[in-house]
């Protein structure tokens, strides 16, 4: 029992690194994909429309295998244990930056132009006007459907079992097949729900900080 | 032959939004320093389009803005062509304005609002802005609301803030795009009584506006546009009585 929980805890805290790296590089390579989709330039905006389309359009899964073979199969490069853990990293970020991008944009489309026209006119220049003036309400904007990814996230990261990264839900099964016992996978689900409202407990803590203007 | 300096100059100013709709047909005007010029006329007349044009958040398709002698916009073989962008930004030091929706940060306090640009833009160390930020406030009656954010004020105190925000900035002319046009006529009151105030101190103002009454009493020029002419430049008394049959309709009609 107790080696049971003893790996089922080292699946939870790889289940919990491929949770908050992805965050962690998915969130700005968003917006800067967002940067592209809204792009002037036609061939950029056309180059990210065509990646936002492939990576909401076809399943992670398969992502997952493509980015974790590609070396092999593209540029005939042996593939080590090691690279196993940073192709999930890999294919998560790059997966979750266009769904955060399209986020991104819904709130970046939805600040008032006279918002823009103020900081211009006060004299703000472009850089300074996003990030000082428009940013801050984006953030405001789009908290809620953040959180809505973010929750999908932590339950996508059982995903990586494909390329047999021994996360939490991985290791589950197999506890369960070897038992013959459903409590393995009971625990899984159990840490996920917990990981979960500790994820929505946050966010919604982070909504409450905002809101103190509408 | 009136000796105060001209800081705005507008000649011949052409604008037209795709092929045939043409807003500003041939608009020019000059504005001396400390004179109230009101720009009223009927609906479409392109009032808030030049309003828009001189600050340079629409361009022109031809004429010139000058701005203290200086161009902003040349026109060259009937186009315009505009500053370098350094220069513009030099001359939009000159001006500042104020929206029809306030357009405040809702995310900023009332005192950040005031003061931001000043700290961010100007350089101005933060001691000092606010020194100047609150001062402005305590002028317009709001001082007790620095640390409210603009969500709790109402529209009134809302456009008295954003005057105050354009104010801060020191601009030699302050533009009002149909400023209490959002307002019900109490809140009005309210915002018409700072602009009387200002130019009561002198501050060279441009006034889009509907108020016509209010126009009369504040301006030393009245500009009357149509159909993206002007028809009349003239000082308010004048206007108000003018044999032009057009005129003459346009403001009986408010006044009714």
């Known amino acids: 029992m107790a080696s049971t929980f003893s790996q089922l805890a080292s699946g939870m805290v790889v289940s919990a690194e491929i949770f908050l790296l992805t965050l962690l590089f998915s969130l700005p390579l968003g917006l800067i994909v967002a940067f592209g989709r809204m792009s002037k330039v036609k061939v950029i905006q056309w180059i990210v429309k065509i990646y936002i389309a492939i990576m909401r359009g076809t399943p992670l899964m398969l992502q997952l295998i493509v980015v974790y073979f590609a070396p092999y199969y593209v540029f005939g490069v042996k593939i080590s244990q090691s690279y196993r853990f940073v192709a999930v990293i890999i294919a998560f970020s ?28 006060l004299g703000y220049n472009k850089t300074q006007t996003f990030f000082k003036i428009i940013f801050p309400q984006v953030i405001k904007r789009i908290l809620p459907p953040v959180t809505n990814e973010t929750i999908t996230l932590v339950k996508d990261t059982s995903l990586a079992f494909v390329i047999a990264v021994a996360e939490m839900f991985t290791i589950a099964k197999q506890i369960a097949a070897k038992q013959a016992s459903v409590t393995a996978l009971m625990v899984a689900g159990l840490f996920y729900f917990v990981f979960n409202y500790v994820v929505a407990f946050i966010m919604e803590c982070f909504e409450k900080k905002l809101s103190y203007y509408n | 032959m009136d000796d105060r300096e001209v800081l705005l100059e507008l000649r011949s100013i052409k604008k037209s939004f795709g092929e045939d709709v043409h807003v500003l047909k041939d608009i020019s005007f000059l504005v001396r320093e400390g004179e109230v010029v009101s720009i009223i006329g009927p609906s479409g007349s392109g009032k808030s389009t030049i309003l828009r ?117 020191q601009p030699k002319i302050l533009f009002f795009d149909e400023p209490t046009s959002a307002l019900d006529p109490e809140l009005t009151g309210e915002v018409l009584k700072v602009i009387k105030q200002l130019a009561s101190e002198h501050m060279t103002m441009i006034i889009v506006t509907h108020e016509m009454q209010f126009a009369r009493e504040v301006s030393d020029r009245i500009v009357f546009l149509e159909n993206g002419n002007v028809v009349i430049d003239d000082a308010p008394d004048k206007v108000f009585d003018t044999d032009n049959k057009r005129v003459r309709e346009f403001i009986g009609k408010l006044n009714s």
């Open chain 1, 94 to 121: 790059i997966n979750y930056a266009a769904y955060f991008a399209e986020i991104y944009r819904s709130g970046i489309q939805s600040i008032p132009v006279g918002q823009y026209e103020a900081a211009r006119v």
């Open chain 2, 53 to 169: 044009c001189a600050t340079m958040l629409t361009e022109i398709d031809d004429g010139e803005i000058i701005y203290l002698g200086q161009n902003a916009a040349t026109s060259v073989n009937g186009k315009a062509v505009y500053a370098s962008k350094k220069e513009l930004k030099e001359i939009s030091k000159t001006f500042g304005l104020v929206f029809q929706s306030f357009n405040l940060f809702p995310h900023y306090s009332v005192i950040k609002n005031v003061t931001d640009a000043l700290i961010t833009v100007a350089g101005v160390p933060k001691d000092e802005a606010v020194k100047r930020g609150m001062e402005l406030l305590d002028r317009f009656g709001l001082a007790d609301k620095a640390d409210n954010y603009p969500c709790e004020l109402s529209g009134g105190q809302q456009q008295r803030v954003s005057i105050a925000r354009a104010l801060a900035l």
